[in-house]
């Protein structure tokens, strides 16, 4: 019988190998998406003081409602992918496994619900399963944002830069 405890803490301890291995993953996954729209961001300030400086060659000049339009809707552009690369770049509540509160009742003596090497080995599974669910949920829907934000920043620059260098003052 004791082999047969010691059989299952060591399938559960390489399960929560794995999940650990996952928990990093999505964690680096998601420094390295606030690292792409931070850089993102960077190159839309670029875009746009390279559309908007004023040279005596090329000012963007708007004479009916259509280029009107155009340069509405790219500056709406800009302006929401700006608002969705923030959204992409603030932090969230992102879940550590390893209930700290916890823990520290165990290591107090003051919690009993754990007494065994199993069922604390469960909890941390089940806690690092869950954790690992959350987090892939914040890293997928700020992922989605910063790809919206990735289309409208070139669309609203190719608007721009059309009516920038459209050729009416060629």
């Known amino acids: 019988m004791?082999?047969?405890i010691s059989e299952k803490n060591k399938i559960i301890?390489?399960?929560?190998?794995?999940?650990?291995?996952?928990?990093?993953?999505?964690?680096?996954?998601?420094?390295?998406?606030?690292?792409?729209a931070l850089a993102m961001i960077g190159g839309e300030v670029a875009i746009i003081t390279f559309i908007l400086a004023a040279d005596d060659h090329s000012k963007i000049v708007v004479s009916d409602?259509?280029?009107?339009?155009?340069?509405?809707?790219?500056?709406?552009?800009?302006?929401?992918?700006?608002?969705?690369?923030?959204?992409?770049?603030?932090?969230?509540?992102w879940p550590v496994p390893g209930?700290?509160?916890?823990?520290?009742l165990?290591?107090?003596?003051?919690?009993?619900?754990?007494?065994?090497?199993?069922?604390?080995?469960?909890?941390?599974?089940?806690?690092y399963l869950e954790g690992n669910r959350?987090?892939?949920k914040i890293l997928e829907r700020k992922g989605r944002r910063a790809n919206w934000a990735l289309y409208l920043l070139l669309a609203?620059?190719?608007?721009?830069i059309v009516l920038k260098y459209?050729?009416?003052?060629?």
């Open 166 to 170: 459209g050729g009416k003052h060629l």
């Open 2 to 4: 004791a082999t047969d």
């Open 99 to 104: 209930d700290m509160n916890e823990i520290e």
């Open 65 to 93: 409602i259509a280029e009107k339009i155009f340069l509405i809707a790219g500056i709406v552009a800009l302006i929401l992918a700006f608002i969705l690369l923030l959204g992409a770049v603030l932090s969230s509540d």
């Open 106 to 127: 165990i290591d107090n003596g003051i919690d009993d619900r754990y007494d065994t090497l199993e069922k604390f080995l469960k909890f941390l599974r089940k806690d």
């Open 13 to 36: 301890t390489v399960a929560l190998e794995e999940l650990r291995r996952v928990h990093d993953h999505v964690s680096n996954a998601y420094d390295q998406l606030r690292v792409k």
């Open 156 to 160: 609203g620059a190719i608007l721009l």
């Open 134 to 136: 959350e987090c892939m």
